[in-house]
């Protein structure tokens, strides 16, 4: 089957630990995102990388980082410098960033991650 | 910055048809998508708009105005199962997706 897979599903950590977030897909897509969900906000930007070891920031990358090493791989680390970080956050992945067709994002089922 | 506006919540009876309306203002315009999202679980592509007019889908169907910023999304003969958050988001010039709040429909029976 293919699709984007995210574990854990919740997380659980004390502030101030970093905390790692994998995102891994076997679509064959070149594109992949990350993105943050909060209650009663849209889901917003964090990183994102159009191809193997290329990534770019989005709306809301301070505190975060993330590496591109191969093409069906794109974690998310969480540092302790994330102010705010508990929330859902989600992965996602298209087959390119253009405007050839669609080009949606398919999303992973995404990982709650809560920092006591 | 991007700004998207959605209703917050709409509530309809089963059966009935419901409009979620969006406006956009955004640099650049490069498509807009709708998703679906139930609670807890990731959002799945409903449509996509690029053009001026109507794309049906089905029981769905989505309307673009680029001229004013504008879309819905018509929900027709509603089942409980629609009950879910819907998403607008817009690409823009950079490709990049912003979405809205998201409007939480419930169907009620």
């Known amino acids: 089957d293919g699709g984007i897979t995210q574990s854990p599903k919740y997380l659980f950590r004390k502030e101030g630990q970093n905390v790692t977030l994998s995102c891994e897909q076997n679509?064959?897509?070149?594109?992949m995102y990350w993105y943050r969900q909060d209650p009663g906000q849209g889901l917003r930007l964090i990183y994102y990388?159009?191809?193997?070891?290329?990534?770019q920031k989005g709306d809301i990358a301070e505190g975060y980082s993330v590496s591109r090493e191969k093409k069906e791989s794109f974690p998310l680390t969480v540092t302790s410098a994330q102010k705010n970080p508990t929330a859902f956050y989600l992965c996602?992945?298209?087959?390119?960033?253009?405007?050839?067709?669609?080009?949606?994002?398919?999303f992973g089922p995404g990982t709650r991650l809560t920092v006591l | 910055g991007q700004n998207i506006d959605q209703p917050t919540e709409m509530t309809a009876t089963e059966g009935a048809i419901v409009q979620i309306n969006c406006t956009y203002q955004?640099?650049?315009?490069?498509?807009l998508f709708w998703y679906q999202q139930h609670a807890g679980e990731a959002p799945t592509f409903l449509s996509y708009?690029?053009?001026?007019g109507l794309e049906e889908k089905g029981r769905f169907s989505s309307f673009l105005s680029r001229s004013k910023g504008y879309s819905y999304l018509l929900l027709k003969e509603l089942q409980m199962k629609d009950s879910a958050s819907y998403l607008c988001?817009?690409?823009?010039?950079?490709?990049?997706?912003?979405f809205g709040a998201g409007t939480t429909v419930t169907v009620r029976a």
């Open positions: 708009n690029v053009l001026d």
């Open positions: 996602a992945s298209s087959a390119g960033t253009g405007d050839l067709g669609y080009n949606e994002q398919f």
């Open positions: 990388s159009q191809i193997v070891n290329d990534f």
């Open positions: 988001a817009v690409r823009d010039g950079d490709y990049k997706l912003s």
């Open positions: 679509l064959n897509h070149d594109a």
């Open positions: 955004t640099s650049g315009f490069n498509g």
